[in-house]
């Protein structure tokens, strides 16, 4: 929708990669500063096979094969068989509630599962059999574990949108999650409750950040006059209120990036 010409996608890419840290994992934010992000990295995974996909060739996957394979390998050796992590700074979403320590984070496995169910498209698209077997099993056996950990706390947004992807939980749960969180809090609700700065964290709030995932759910679950809704009623908030580029959170004292 933005660009024609995926040049400026395709070199963030390269860019990741070139400065992956020393194990493998490549660089979450680049270019520019040199953050490591767990789910960010995981994304990664995703970004060049859907690059590839748009572009119609797999000139891409050819180059960054090796970068991808040391970051697959330096994600899943971040995880412990239970599914405990010791992954940087895993960002799932502004106003996003961590767990306590050494209890499950099925939102940040999700990224990871979706990063392997990517690597084995792209072996595939090299026409190759898919992912390794051990690498794969992996993935099937953290996938087990968001299935579980989901089912054990069915209103949490973030697990409930992230596992739907990843077929973990159960898409009409998942759309019911979702379609409760973003019109009960603001500004669909403009009585409810609004992320006042980054430290926060709040089980009841939405951001425009991960509606890239939530409002795509709706989406691909048929629920496109919902969706349309939310965008009519957050984002026209937003217009309402001045803005020239969408910002960061639905709140105008952030960044309006």
């Known amino acids: 929708v933005g660009w024609g010409n995926m040049a400026p996608a395709r070199r963030a890419l390269y860019h990741s990669a070139a400065a992956a840290r020393e ?4 660089s979450g934010c680049g270019p520019g500063e040199l953050i490591y ?5 995981a994304q990664w995974v995703n970004s060049c096979v859907r690059c590839a996909e748009l572009e119609g060739s797999t000139d891409l996957l050819v180059d960054l094969e090796g970068p991808a394979r040391r ?5 899943l050796a971040c995880i412990k068989p239970d599914g405990r992590h010791h992954l940087p700074w895993s960002f799932v979403d502004w106003g ?3 767990p306590a320590k050494d209890q499950l984070e099925p939102a940040v496995l999700a990224h990871v599962v979706a990063a392997v169910d990517a690597w084995d498209r792209w072996q595939k698209l090299l026409d190759r059999d898919g992912a390794d077997e051990a690498c794969r099993k992996k ?3 953290l996938r087990s574990i968001v299935r579980s950990a989901a089912a054990g706390d069915p209103e949490s947004y973030h697990a409930a949108v992230l596992g739907e992807r990843i077929g973990a939980v159960d898409r009409d749960a998942a759309v019911a999650v979702t379609l409760r969180q973003l019109l009960s809090s603001f500004p669909c609700n403009p009585a409810g409750k609004r992320l006042r700065d980054p430290t926060q964290a709040s089980p009841a709030i939405a951001t425009p950040y991960f509606t890239n995932y939530s409002i795509d759910l709706l989406l691909r679950a048929g629920k496109v006059d919902e969706a ?3 965008w009519r009623k957050a984002w026209g908030w937003m217009l309402d209120g001045g803005a020239t580029t969408w910002w960061e959170v639905f709140d105008e004292r952030w960044s309006r990036c």
């Open 37 to 41: 992000l767990g789910t960010y990295a």
């Open 23 to 26: 194990d493998g994992m490549v």
């Open 96 to 98: 996003y509630k961590q």
């Open 139 to 141: 993935a099937d056996s």
């Open 228 to 230: 349309i809704e939310i």
């Open 71 to 75: 970051n697959i390998e330096a994600l």
